[in-house]
């Protein structure tokens, strides 16, 4: 008997059909005599549409009151699975993230989990009963309704399976496992029986969204293993066949045979590049031009300044494309005239393409052969960073597909 934590994405939970399959496998497991903890998402759409009318009313409407919103689709889902599991005979109770209660700090929309209460869940789990908990949610010191980002509820299993000490959590989701790259993208891409937890960090923080970046945070923390599989299979098919299907995540780089050079291919349509021109080049100007925008709370990503010429350089960067704006009119605002500035350009329509794998470290040659395959495809390099176990480009959101397409060939990446 083991303790093992089940999550199901907004798919796997989308219509009442697909809850009373999530309930036919959870009744499986429990039925192999595990205890089971389930962390359900909203139902797809839910959360988009919800968070939809609180704009309808307000452009920038407040986030403690967006929380209050955003939080009930998950309350929705763990209400109609205990219903669906309690119609097939089975014990199940539902919990909202405060009556756990998971602990968050109050950073509304994009809060942090702080600490889980495990008591009442293991009480529940001893008397027999399959615990139901609201993925995305949890409750802040002073009693508030916070949520963790959206693909939160990744990060509620995580977390939940991490405190209570289980043996393994089961991402289950709409793809069945972790693939070379998004299968929606590339037809050909091939899933991974493991990926190492570095390369599911990196893939997940580039903009692979199987997995929120935080639960594989936590995943490596805590050394809880980890699995992405699929909701969608017939869900009485074998126990063993399924626990051993999809996507491992591995601790034990060596054990990662799958090929030697590059694992994934991750893209991130979301991006936006601003330059500051003509900024003079003296001590100082970085933080005099990043100092305010990080001020507003807004996250810089890849940054170059370039060579000066007679004492002026260029200086560029890259935020989120939802807070260009709040950027260019951070920028515009003060710091133009306060550094003396030329003018200030941005581009909204860029997208980051990325090569990851931990094989990059002993293989040179990665970045000519990423580098070479794009010049091939006429695709314009605007920006690039690279750590360790990555290359990251940034070009014209129009090449984007056409990028990882070729990418993903050119390393070899599809199946044989
Ligand atoms: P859920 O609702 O179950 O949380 P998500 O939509 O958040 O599901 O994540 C699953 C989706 O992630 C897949 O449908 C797929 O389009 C996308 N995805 C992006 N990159 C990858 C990848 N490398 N492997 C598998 N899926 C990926
Ligand atoms: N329902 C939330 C969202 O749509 C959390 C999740 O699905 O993981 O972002
Ligand atoms: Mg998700």
Known sequence: MALIVHKYGGTSMGSTERIKNVAKRVAKWHDAGHQIVVVPSAMSGETNRIIGLAKEISAQPDPRELDMIASTGEQVSVGLLAIALQAIGKQAVSYAGWQV???????HTKAR?????ETKVKADLDAGKIVIITGFQGVDELGNITTLGRGGSDTSAVAVAAALKAQECLI????????TTDPRVVSDARRLNTVTFEEMLEMASLGSKVLQIRSVEFA??????????????????PLEEEANSGTLISFEEDTHMEQATITGIA???????????????RPGIAYQILGPVADANIEVDMIIQNQSVEGKTDFTFTVPRGEYTKAMEVLEGSVKAHIGAGSI???SKVSKVSVVGVGMRSHVGIASQMFRTLSE?????????????????????????????????AFGLENA
Do not use: C, W
Not at 268 to 280: H, M
């Open 113 to 117: 989990i702080a600490s889980i209460d």
């Open 220 to 237: 490596g923390n805590y050394r809880m293993p980890t699995r992405v599989l699929s909701s969608l299979t017939d869900p009485l098919i």
């Open 101 to 107: 209660a998971i602990k968050t700090d109050s950073a």
């Open 345 to 347: 350009v941005g581009d």
């Open 172 to 179: 289950y989701t709409d793809v069945d496992g972790v693939y």
């Open 377 to 409: 495809e006429s695709i314009n390099i605007q920006m690039i960073s690279t750590s360790e176990i990555k290359i990251s480009v940034l070009i014209d959101e129009k090449y984007m597909e056409l990028a990882v397409r070729a990418l993903h060939k």
């Open 267 to 281: 893209f991130n349509r979301d991006e936006a590049k601003i330059t500051v021109l003509g900024v003079p080049d």
